[in-house]
């Protein structure tokens, strides 16, 4: 069996909190990601990127149900993560647009 994701369109908004910015954020676009895979990306994640998430998503558990900020450097590690290790390429994703993560 191949393994399949792609990127969630809405048709109203999802609203994730930012705590760092103290605000909420609408997103009509995002990926759902099962809470193994999402830990082996958090893992190949260099230092730098690692404390871009974590500015973007503090203190917020990698569990099942949890809501992401997404970001650009998120997207290109989710990219490489699903070419390297599925053959898939999340073109989408890497287009410079808002998403959110969702772990399922």
């Known amino acids: 069996m191949s393994k399949k ?3 969630v369109l ?3 908004p999802v609203n994730v909190s930012h705590d760092t910015y103290r605000r909420e954020c609408r997103y009509t ?3 759902h990601i099962e ?3 999402f830990k082996a990306i958090l893992d190949a994640m260099c230092h730098d990127s ?3 998430f974590d500015f973007h998503n503090p203190r917020k558990e990698i569990k099942k149900g949890t809501y992401l900020n997404g970001h ?11 070419k390297i290790n599925h ?3 999340l073109t989408e ?5 808002d998403f959110y993560v969702k772990i399922i």
């Open 5 to 7: 994701i792609e990127m």
């Open 10 to 12: 809405e048709s109203s």
């Open 29 to 31: 676009r995002g990926i």
């Open 35 to 37: 809470e193994h895979e």
């Open 50 to 52: 690692r404390l871009y």
């Open 72 to 82: 650009s450097g998120l997207a290109r590690n989710i990219f490489n993560y699903y």
């Open 87 to 89: 053959g898939i390429e």
């Open 93 to 97: 994703l890497i287009n410079g647009k």
